[in-house]
């Protein structure tokens, strides 16, 4: 009689204790209890990222913005600083976005180096404008820095537009050869190089993937290939923080954009150049600049033996 009154008491009691266990509180309990019971029992959380906000720039940033290129767009009230990070609604792109040209690749002047917000970018829909071998790297090139990518192409091969978006640019330049400018959805823009024929008009709007021109050997170039470049507003970013090149797949579905990923500018704000003036040998250049002619030679590409035409800025730091 005991014992059957001992299991209907204890069945009455384990109504309470199921109910409970189906709310939050008693979920965070039951986990506890069952990290305190299985040895090695881990909880296992996967934050999905959330795409449903989006990039915002806060005037903090527009250090390197002249009154004459951005008077129409100030509104009467400058929003104060703000140091957190934040992120703004995907569908509302920074308000120095709002200037859209059709020949400057970067009209917005806007300098990111010290930014102080984080900015997320959605780059999952990303489609590989060529999926040939990287020819020459971002960085530094002797005394130049290479603000974009080498892809190789064939003559004539497709190159495609990296994620949806619209034309900007297409036109032909000494250095970059014809080449297209995309303003994409997601905040970011690329720039494809050295073409040999454009496929799109400025203000078409094209899809990720869609061709955008003709592999091609046009500008300074020696060689097939196609110079590719990201950016955010007006500023390159290194394709390597975005795409893996061995894959030509994202590194991350979401790229974050802060003030490391412009630190790079720091580097390039270091370097100093010497223009050559009348009588100027490298061995006076190495004097008056402190650097011996074999660190020269390096950092310039040269010999003892090159002619130095005058002008010609020599870099010694
Ligand atoms: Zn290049």
């Known amino acids: 009689m005991l ?8 069945c009455i009691a384990c109504i309470p204790v199921y109910a409970y266990s189906q709310n939050s509180f008693g979920k965070k309990v039951g ?11 881990t909880e296992q959380t996967v934050a999905a990222p959330d795409y449903s906000r989006l990039p915002e720039v806060t005037y903090s940033q527009l250090s390197g ?19 957190d ?10 308000e120095e976005y709002d200037i859209w040209s059709n020949s400057s690749i970067n009209p917005y ?7 102080k917000d984080t900015i997320k970018v959605d780059v999952s829909g990303y489609c590989p404008p060529s999926v040939k071998h990287v020819t020459s790297n971002w960085g530094f090139r002797k005394w130049k820095f290479h603000y974009g990518i080498d892809l190789k192409v064939h003559r004539g091969d497709t190159v495609r537009n990296a994620f949806d978006g619209t034309v900007r640019i297409t ?5 970059y050869g014809y080449f297209v400018v995309v303003r994409h959805d997601n905040g970011l823009e690329t720039l494809y190089g050295h073409l040999n024929k454009i496929l799109v008009k400025p203000d078409q709007k094209i899809k990720a993937g869609q061709a955008v021109g003709m592999g091609g050997n046009t500008g300074r170039s020696t060689g097939y290939h196609l110079h590719l470049e ?24 979401v790229l974050l954009i802060s003030s490391n990923t412009f630190a790079y500018k720091a580097e390039i704000d270091k370097i100093r150049y010497w223009t050559v003036r009348k009588g100027d040998t490298l061995g006076r250049i190495a ?16 010999t003892k033996n090159t002619i130095l035409r005058i002008g010609r800025k020599i870099r010694y730091t």
């Open 85 to 94: 990070i934040r992120f703004a609604d995907f569908s509302e792109l920074p």
């Open 287 to 302: 004097y008056r600049t402190g650097v011996s002619v074999s660190k020269l030679c390096k950092l310039n590409g040269i």
């Open 230 to 253: 990201f950016r955010y507003l007006g500023n390159p970013i290194n394709p390597n923080d975005i795409v893996d090149f061995q894959t030509h797949t994202v590194k991350k579905p």
């Open 65 to 83: 913005v002249t009154l004459e290129s951005i008077f129409f767009e100030l509104p009467q009230e400058i929003p104060a600083l703000e140091e």
């Open 109 to 115: 002047n806007v300098s990111l180096v010290g930014m």
């Open 31 to 41: 986990s506890k209890l069952k990290k305190f019971f299985i040895k090695g029992y």
């Open 3 to 10: 014992r059957k009154l001992i299991i209907i008491l204890l």
């Open 171 to 175: 036109r032909r330049d000494r250095g």
